[in-house]
């Protein structure tokens, strides 16, 4: 019998072994201590030599983390993890671990926020600069390459306007032109987008997302080949230390363990929800990849195979106006991030650099609620400001 990927992606986040050493316990204790001690000098000795190896302090290698990381690893097809105290912290430092002063990175304009600023702000203060390029131009990507370039940071699919980049394609400038590729993979998850298979060099996540699940915990990580993963854990893990607690990875390894069934209902419920909304006469745009109407569908189906459940739309109605409209809706609930068990939503101006710049853009993050409740309540919202 073979499994598919799903179903394999439920196992592996699902078994672990009988395990006699913690009494057969199902779920391991959390190894909740700073530091491990040794009963002779020697052992300690030798366990210095590895500290990266060994657990010696948990800035290091903590068993509760590594169980995580472990699990994260091979979901996503990595040689190795590392965990991390939040996405950015991870993001900041698989970036680090590629360029040095002097070094340019070329990224892409719908980037996550922070990592824009840590790349566009932050980084210049090492000399490091930054080209924005529109990454669904392939011919604009490949003319913001300088012969200092060393690392193209991707994010497919965006999280505001969910554009699709043609990762393979961007992977193959980035290897002309010896560069390295990083790329954010929180939307779609290890379910359903594997960019190290596609090529790409390190793989980042914001666990505190669909991976943790729960709203209850911050984290993330970074994936990769052992080749990669070994400077970065020696130098941007253990030097700048920001690293996940042993009680976040509990939580988060809590979350992992049903990561790929809520995926299969966050993928059925989004498009749901999405389909219902491309409908209605006062959505001018729908932004959400699964759909056949979105421009890079076919892109969207060919590297990935299914959807978060976060997605935008577009409307003429004016940006107070869908303020007021969020704050009737009872299920939604006004918030940033998303990725947990509750439906959210917050409203943005469209940026004038953009088509449609005099509309509103509305995000939406569809939960675990039932998609008919969901629905009622975006009626009833719209019915509020018809009124
Ligand atoms: C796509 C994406 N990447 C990274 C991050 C950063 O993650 P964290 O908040 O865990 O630092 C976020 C947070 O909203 C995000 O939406």
Same mark, same amino acid.
């Given at each position: 019998?073979?499994?598919?990927?799903?179903?394999?992606?439920?196992?592996?986040?699902?078994?672990?072994?009988?395990?006699?050493?913690?009494?057969?316990?199902?779920?391991?204790?959390?190894?909740?201590?700073?530091?491990?001690?040794?009963?002779?000098?020697?052992?300690?000795?030798?366990?210095?030599?590895?500290?990266?190896?060994?657990?010696?302090?948990?800035?290091?290698?903590?068993?509760?983390?590594?169980?995580?990381?472990?699990?994260?690893?091979?979901?996503?097809?990595?040689?190795?993890?590392?965990?991390?105290?939040?996405?950015?912290?991870?993001?900041?430092?698989?970036?680090?671990?590629?360029?040095?002063?002097?070094?340019?990175?070329?990224?892409?304009?719908?980037?996550?926020?922070?990592? =824009?600023?840590?790349?566009?702000?932050?980084?210049?203060?090492?000399?490091?600069?930054?080209?924005?390029?529109?990454?669904?131009?392939?011919?604009?990507?490949?003319?913001?390459?300088?012969?200092? $370039?060393?690392?193209?940071?991707?994010?497919?699919?965006?999280?505001?306007?969910?554009?699709?980049?043609?990762?393979?394609?961007?992977?193959?400038?980035?290897?002309?032109?010896?560069?390295? $590729?990083?790329?954010?993979?929180?939307?779609?998850?290890?379910?359903?987008?594997?960019?190290?298979?596609?090529?790409?060099?390190? =793989?980042?996540?914001?666990?505190?997302?669909?991976?943790?699940?729960?709203?209850?915990?911050?984290?993330?990580? =970074?994936?990769?080949?052992?080749?990669?993963?070994?400077?970065?854990?020696?130098?941007?893990?253990?030097?700048?230390?920001?690293?996940?607690?042993?009680?976040?990875?509990?939580?988060?390894?809590?979350?992992?363990?049903?990561?790929?069934?809520?995926?299969?209902?966050?993928?059925?419920?989004?498009?749901?929800?999405?389909?219902?909304?491309?409908?209605?006469?006062?959505?001018?745009?729908?932004?959400?990849?699964?759909?056949?109407?979105?421009?890079?569908?076919?892109?969207?189906?060919?590297?990935?195979?299914?959807?978060?459940?976060?997605?935008?739309?577009?409307?003429?109605?004016?940006?107070?106006?869908?303020?007021?409209?969020?704050?009737?809706?009872?299920?939604?609930?006004?918030?940033?991030?998303?990725?947990?068990?509750?439906?959210?939503?917050?409203?943005?101006?469209?940026?004038?650099?953009?088509?449609?710049?005099?509309?509103?853009?509305?995000?939406?993050?569809?939960?675990?609620?039932?998609?008919?409740?969901?629905?009622?309540?975006?009626?009833?919202?719209?019915?509020?400001?018809?009124?």
């Amino acid at each position: 019998m073979t499994l598919n990927r799903l179903t394999g992606a439920q196992t592996i986040v699902a078994h672990d072994p009988h395990d006699e050493q913690h009494h057969g316990a199902v779920t391991k204790p959390i190894y909740q201590n700073s530091l491990f001690t040794f009963d002779s000098y020697d052992r300690f000795l030798e366990a210095l030599q590895d500290e990266i190896g060994t657990s010696v302090y948990s800035r290091g290698t903590n068993p509760t983390v590594t169980e995580l990381e472990h699990r994260l690893a091979k979901l996503e097809g990595g040689e190795q993890a590392r965990c991390f105290a939040s996405g950015m912290a991870s993001i900041s430092a698989a970036i680090l671990s590629v360029v040095r002063a002097g070094d340019h990175i070329v990224c892409i304009n719908e980037a996550y926020g922070p990592a =824009v600023q840590f790349m566009g702000n932050y980084l210049t203060k090492f000399d490091i600069e930054t080209t924005f390029v529109d990454g669904k131009d392939l011919g604009a990507v490949e003319a913001a390459m300088r012969e200092n $370039t060393r690392l193209i940071y991707l994010e497919s699919p965006t999280s505001l306007f969910f554009s699709i980049l043609d990762i393979p394609a961007i992977v193959g400038i980035a290897k002309r032109a010896n560069a390295r $590729t990083i790329i954010d993979n929180t939307w779609a998850t290890p379910c359903y987008q594997r960019p190290l298979e596609m090529g790409v060099d390190l =793989v980042v996540h914001s666990l505190t997302k669909y991976v943790s699940g729960h709203s209850d915990a911050i984290g993330g990580t =970074v994936i990769g080949r052992s080749e990669l993963m070994k400077p970065l854990i020696k130098g941007e893990f253990m030097l700048l230390g920001g690293i996940m607690t042993p009680a976040n990875a509990n939580l988060i390894m809590r979350g992992l363990r049903t990561l790929p069934l809520r995926m299969e209902k966050y993928h059925r419920q989004g498009l749901e929800v999405a389909a219902w909304l491309e409908k209605h006469p006062l959505v001018a745009k729908m932004n959400h990849p699964g759909l056949p109407s979105h421009p890079q569908h076919e892109l969207a189906t060919k590297q990935m195979s299914g959807s978060g459940s976060l997605f935008s739309f577009e409307t003429d109605i004016p940006l107070e106006t869908m303020r007021r409209w969020a704050e009737r809706l009872r299920y939604f609930r006004i918030g940033v991030s998303w990725g947990g068990y509750e439906s959210l939503v917050t409203v943005h101006p469209v940026p004038t650099n953009r088509p449609g710049s005099a509309r509103t853009l509305v995000r939406l993050y569809i939960g675990l609620e039932s998609t008919d409740e969901l629905i009622q309540d975006l009626v009833q919202a719209f019915e509020g400001i018809e009124a």
